[in-house]
Nanobody, 120 residues
């Protein structure tokens, strides 16, 4: 059974940084693609960042230049480094495992989510 477990969320001031981690059961080397979603209260779920098995990354425009998705094969961990955080980044962030198609990323398995709150 695929298991994804996020950690690293919390409260941070605007302009601050957080690094989210996602521990993945099994080898991430065999996964086609992974991604981070977020959902804020009253807003639609949003795909924030993706990374393919070949290392190709993609980001929603609102986080480009501030967020970085990466993975560590030795530990089977997916990361999301978030810098220059803004109040509008406040949301529950979800780690997902899925596949990258020509039409875009499709998630298949989800973690339980971790809360990120950006506030002074």
């Amino acid at each position: 059974q695929v298991q994804l477990a996020e950690s690293g969320g919390g409260l941070v001031q605007p302009g601050g940084s957080l690094r989210l981690s996602c521990a993945v059961s099994g080898s991430i080397a065999n996964i086609n693609a992974m991604g981070w979603y977020r959902q804020a209260p009253g807003r639609q779920r949003e795909l924030v960042a993706t990374i393919t098995s070949g290392g190709i990354t993609d980001y929603v425009d609102s986080v480009k230049g501030r967020f970085t998705i990466s993975r560590e094969y030795a530990k089977n961990i997916l990361y999301l480094q978030m810098n220059s955080l803004k109040p509008e980044d406040t949301a529950v962030y979800y780690c997902t495992r899925g596949s990258q198609y020509s039409s875009g990323y499709e998630s298949e398995f989800w973690g339980q989510g971790t809360q990120v709150t950006v506030s002074s």
